[in-house]
């Protein structure tokens, strides 16, 4: 897969172009008073998103997203809220008359006299990519600390490829890959160019891709940002695997795949941009580790992978 500014992305040579996941860390318990009001900083993790939908009562307000859990092998009990990771994975298509002009995204083609315009719309991690697909991600974290997005090519026999470090790069975000409470990390971010992936597998039997996601309190050490993804040693990425990607579980959003991006997450994910408060939209995909403290390093391993279906023009 390539990605580069003519939106063509060749796998582990510029693996500056991965997919997106749109990763996020996300925490804390959200209070019945931000519920209601809705202007504290949102916090991702809430019990409320695992419990039956029911219809709000005259005057209160509607009833937070429901979740569904993928992994029911894996507690949701024991949830540390600074432990929790969430992922939005968006599939750009044209824009329709009824999309808001607000969150659409643009590229310029030719001289610059033609404009073609995107609507971005989540989907699942689960849905399968197609070639050509134009991708974005999100990312969001409810504490500070260092986010480093890994990706391997998947083969169809079932291998995988080496593991490249694709962001931060300074090619995307400028290299900046600090994440903090209410905001979300688009990548590529909304300023980059291109700002989105393009999906353009480089070898026959490539069947997807694994994305690893991490979150650290500190930036990794000999980790050196330079303008194309750094190869990794296999050997350090399946020691971070041992350590910090066990027992993970997943919760996803029902009712909400092919919803359209929204203002208020364009405005969180800009420079500078705006907060996201109680009330706003929560992420596509939920990761937890149950027991694990605070401070813990948090790595979640993604399988993307490849259908027959062709991406809209």
Known sequence: ????????????????AILALVIGCGVSSTSAAAAQTGDQTRKLWDSEFLK?????????????????????QISTDRVN???????????LRPAAAKDDKEVRLFKHVKDN?????????????????AIGQRVRLSIESARTGFLYVINRELYAD??????????????????????????????????????????????????GEVISVLITPEPLPNVKIGDEAL?????????WE?????????????????????KEEKDAGAANGK???AGSPTPQTLYYRPDAKPNDPMMVSVRLKYGSAKPAK
């Open 231 to 239: 190869q990794l040693s296999k050997a350090d990425v399946a020691d």
């Open 1 to 16: 897969m390539t990605i580069n500014n003519s939106n063509s992305i060749s796998a582990p040579r510029l693996a500056v």
């Open 52 to 72: 039956a939908k029911s219809k709000p009562a005259p005057g209160k307000p509607a009833p937070r997203k429901r979740y569904r859990v993928v992994t029911p």
């Open 113 to 129: 006299t033609n404009v073609a315009q995107w609507t971005p719309e989540r989907i699942s991690v689960d849905t399968p990519l």
């Open 158 to 207: 079932g291998t995988m490829g080496e593991p490249y470090l694709i962001f931060p790069t300074t090619a995307l975000r400028g290299g900046d890959h600090k994440v903090t409470v209410g905001r979300i990390v688009d990548i590529p971010a909304q300023e980059d160019s291109p700002n989105y992936f393009n999906l353009l597998p480089d070898r026959s039997d490539l069947a």
């Open 81 to 91: 809220a600074d432990t929790v990771m969430g992922i939005t994975l968006w599939r």
């Open 275 to 277: 907060q996201l408060k």
């Open 242 to 262: 041992k350590k910090w990607a066990t027992q993970i579980g997943r919760l996803e959003m029902e009712n909400s795949v092919g919803k359209a991006w929204t």
